[in-house]
Nanobody, 116 residues
C-alpha cells in the first residue's frame, strides 16, 4: 500500500523555522522525484519545491528561494523541507508528492501556521 505521511507542521512565530518530513512506503522511493506543494485557504495549490530522484537537482518557488531547502534521504525513504525565516504568508497546508513517468502519489498534508 502506497503511503506518504507528512509531519513537522505546527504554529510558529514570524521569523521562526520548521522542518517538514514526508515518509514514504509502498513504492520504490529512490525512483521518484519529489515535490512539496502548499495550499492556503481560498487559494489554489502551488508548487513550493522539487527534488529529483538522486537528490542532485532542486527547484523553488521564487517567494521561498533562500529561505526553504528541500532534501531527501533515499536510505530512509524520506523527503524534507527545511523552512527558515517564515512569514505569515507561508501559512498553508503543505503536501508532499511523489511522481514518476507513470505514477503520482500524494500525502494527506500537514498544517503550517505562521502567526504571532
Amino acid at each position: 500500500q502506497v503511503q506518504l505521511v507528512e509531519s513537522g507542521g505546527g504554529l510558529v512565530q514570524p521569523g521562526g523555522s520548521l522542518r517538514l518530513s514526508c515518509a514514504a512506503s509502498g513504492f520504490s522511493f529512490s525512483s521518484y522525484a519529489m515535490s512539496w506543494y502548499r495550499q492556503a485557504p481560498g487559494k489554489e495549490r502551488e508548487l513550493v519545491a522539487t527534488i529529483n530522484s538522486a537528490g542532485s537537482t532542486t527547484t523553488y518557488l521564487d517567494s521561498v528561494k533562500g529561505r526553504f531547502t528541500i532534501s531527501r534521504d533515499n536510505a530512509k525513504n524520506t523527503v524534507y523541507l527545511q523552512m527558515n525565516s517564515l512569514k505569515p504568508e507561508d501559512t498553508a497546508v503543505y503536501y508532499c508528492k511523489a511522481y514518476s513517468w507513470n505514477a503520482v502519489h500524494w500525502g494527506q498534508g500537514t498544517q503550517v501556521t505562521v502567526s504571532s
